[in-house]
């Protein structure tokens, strides 16, 4: 009898590690898996093969086994300016776009979350509404918008505002609207679930202990919204780092960021190890900025 | 019950026409929408009064707290706070601090930082605040949790912290809703005195929202009844006990026998009632004033009542009936007693002594009560 239990226990074990094991598999393969095939093109050259790199171990004659590290692509990347400006200008689009999409999606989401529960089911519906059309016909949408005869300068000539067409078209202004008009709901929805948990007796008790009501939003609103912006941040700022789509199709010649560079060298230079050398450095940035993310959040729920 | 008369408040200010009201309410009403919550509600707080709102559960308690607060403003109506019109005040210029019913202590923050919070928004120099945060975290005895996370608190604790952040900016009025409503009949009693220790101490005007009548007549130097968005009656504990004025009231605090009758004699110095309730007619010992053929009650207090086995020997107020049920609480005993007429009576007795003449269920038993004891009520 005892033995039974104990191989009862024995399997319900197993399945529980299984069950446990599934995400690392995930991860593993997913992963894992994937970040050192990359990291290991990055230390290989590229070269007329398939695939189009040399292979990093060879057997040399008499049985001698040569692993190459070629640390050029990563020198590379030092030695010439246009990767240093592009990665800069990534993170400083980057960083930009957040700050200009939490501009505008804090109080949005603020508006959301205060508005009555009737208000508040529309308009979050209206906030993932565009996602129901695909991002490329979105961008192409403004693209039609932007354009010297396009809907924009059109009106505003036929209203007599302006008589030239304005160049909106191929300008950071332009792309810098597409990346925060595409990522407005990853900012809203997780400052939105934030702020709809907030009690808003907070509020009014800052407000009874003497501040007015900018100052308990910042004391008290503000400081408990913590963990919300910090995701939004996170979901804007990640991807907009590596925007390929966005910059190419509505800014300008000198909008030259990491993404663009990464599929010249992938499709137009078919150079895979420079390219997985630039997809390995952007990694090492963005993750200590996961990393400090996933901090401040676990160290938020502590309180 | 331990009521608190006369202790604060010094004297009686509501007694004295000439008395200047410290917080007066002149004719408030607030509708949300069509829905009246306070209805034409007009009162008069005296200077270190401990005023108590007690009512059921939804009958506008909250929302009059909140409009003295600032968090609501009036449908109609003005407000006043020591005199001075604070109707379109907002809160954080008004002088009263609210206790909120759930304590809103900020979760950001420790125990210090919540209660230095308001004395840090009023610019007070930094060696004030520490000083005044360390003496009023003494006096609520948390001297020794001043840097704890709020979340870390037990409920008495944060009860504690509420009332220490609200109370350091030294308001003029504090508004507490339901302040131990959160605290399990232990706590809850023991919190009480002290409560009215610190309000003695610091000598700050008390206005407390609550739906339980034993904290009223504990804390209370008057108490406002409401109903339905109006308050009842307001008046001192014992006032409220002993001379409720109207059925709702009477049966509201405590608990209350009624007797529907009718004027059958009207003297000045007594009156007599006919209730067929009873099967009988109630002296009453003081004249009222009342329409003679208007519907009325006898209201009696269980515990006025005598019960005996033999015939008392009065005539008057005296009537008889079964022993339908005995409940015994300990330090009294209530008895349930059915009149011929089928009507049930609630009579209460303390055990003063361990054998005292038993009364058993299904015996018959007179009751009688002095002249003195009945109020009568119009409505
Ligand atoms: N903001 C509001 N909007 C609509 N109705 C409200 C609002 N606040 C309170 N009420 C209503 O007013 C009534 C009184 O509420 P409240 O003052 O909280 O009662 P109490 O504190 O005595 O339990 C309730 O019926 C409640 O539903
Ligand atoms: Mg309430």
Redesign the interface.
């Known amino acids: 009898m005892r033995r039974l239990l104990r191989r009862l226990e024995g399997t319900r074990v197993s399945s529980r590690g299984l069950v446990v094991a599934l995400p690392y598999l995930w991860l593993i393969a997913f992963f894992v898996a994937p970040f050192l095939i990359v990291l290991k093109i990055s230390f290989s050259h590229a070269a007329l093969a398939i695939p189009p790199y040399k292979p990093l171990v060879v057997w040399t004659s008499r049985s001698v086994l040569e692993i190459r590290l070629d640390l050029r692509n990563y020198l590379a990347m030092f030695a010439h300016r246009l990767y240093g400006d592009a990665f800069l200008n990534s993170l400083k689009v980057a960083f930009l776009s957040t700050v200009f999409s939490l501009a505008i999606g804090y109080p949005m989401a603020y508006g959301i979350a205060r508005a009555g529960a009737r208000a508040r089911n529309i308009l979050l519906l209206l906030v993932v509404l565009p996602f129901w059309t695909s991002q490329l016909l979105r961008i192409y949408a403004w693209v039609g918008l932007f354009k010297a005869n396009g809907l924009i300068n059109e009106t505003l000539i036929s209203l007599g505002v302006i008589h030239q067409p304005l160049t909106l078209l191929f300008t950071p202004f332009a792309m810098y609207v597409g990346i925060v008009y595409s990522y407005l709901p990853y900012v809203i929805l997780p400052l939105y679930a934030n702020l709809e948990k907030l ?1 808003w ?2 509020v ?9 009501p900018w ?1 308990a939003f910042y ?2 609103t503000l ?2 919204s913590r963990n919300g912006i910090v995701a939004a941040s996170m979901l804007v700022f990640i991807p907009a780092t590596g925007e390929f789509v966005i910059p190419t199709l509505l800014g300008g010649p000198n909008s030259l960021m990491m993404g663009r560079i990464l599929w010249d060298e992938f499709f137009s230079n078919r150079d895979w190890p420079v390219a997985s050398a630039i997809a390995i450095v952007m990694l090492l940035v963005l993750v200590p900025c996961m990393m400090a993310y996933l901090r401040i959040q676990s160290r938020g729920s502590d ?1 | 019950m331990v009521t608190a008369i006369g202790r604060r408040a010094a004297g009686e200010p509501w007694n004295d026409p000439d008395a200047r009201p410290y917080v007066e309410l002149r004719r408030v009403t607030k509708k949300f929408g069509e829905f009246t919550a306070v209805d034409d509600v007009s009162l008069k707080i005296y200077e270190r009064e401990v005023f108590c709102l007690l009512g059921a559960s939804g009958c506008g308690k909250t929302t009059l707290l909140r409009m003295l607060g600032g968090f609501e403003s009036p449908t109609a109506g003005r407000i006043l706070i020591d005199g001075e019109d604070v109707t379109d005040v907002p809160p954080y210029e008004r002088p009263v601090n609210m206790m909120f019913q759930s304590y809103a202590l900020f979760p950001h923050m420790n125990v210090e930082q919540n209660v230095a919070f308001g004395l840090k928004q009023d610019r007070l120099p930094k060696a004030v605040i520490r000083e005044r945060v360390a003496a009023m975290l003494e006096m609520v005895q948390l001297g020794e949790y001043a840097k704890r996370k709020v979340g870390q608190l037990s409920g008495g604790q944060r009860q504690r912290v509420a009332l220490a952040r609200a109370l350091v900016k030294r308001p003029k009025v504090l508004l507490l809703d339901e302040p131990l409503g959160a605290l399990d009949k232990k706590l809850r009693e023991r919190t009480q005195f002290e409560l009215i220790g610190l309000q003695d101490k610091l000598g700050v005007t008390f206005l407390v929202v609550t739906h339980d009548q034993e904290e009223a007549m504990t804390l209370a130097s008057r108490i406002g009844v409401m109903d339905r968005g109006t308050i009842a009656q307001a008046g001192t504990p014992a006032e409220i006990y002993e001379f409720p004025n109207s059925r709702f009231v009477a049966d509201f605090i405590g608990s209350v026998n009624l007797f529907e009758g009718r004027l059958v004699e009207d003297e000045p110095e007594f009156v007599r009632i006919d209730s067929a309730e009873l099967g009988g007619t109630i002296l009453v010992g003081h004249g009222i004033s009342s329409a003679p053929e208007a519907a009325l009650w006898a209201a009696l207090r269980p515990e006025k009542i005598t019960m005996s086995r033999g015939a008392p020997p009065q005539t008057d107020n005296v009537t008889r009936g079964i022993v339908q049920d005995v409940a015994y609480l300990g330090d009294l005993s209530i008895y349930v007693v059915r009149l011929a007429t089928g009507k049930l009576v609630r009579v209460t007795r303390p055990n003063t002594a361990r054998h005292a003449e038993p009364v058993e269920r299904d015996g018959e038993v007179y009751l009688s009560w002095d002249a003195a004891s009945p109020v009568v009520v119009t409505r």
């Not at chain 1, 009014?204 to 007015?212: I, S, V, W, Y």
Request: aromatic share 0%; net charge negative.
């Open positions: 009690d007796q907070l009014e008790a800052a407000q009874d202990l003497g501040c007015r100052q004391k008290v400081p408990l309180s």
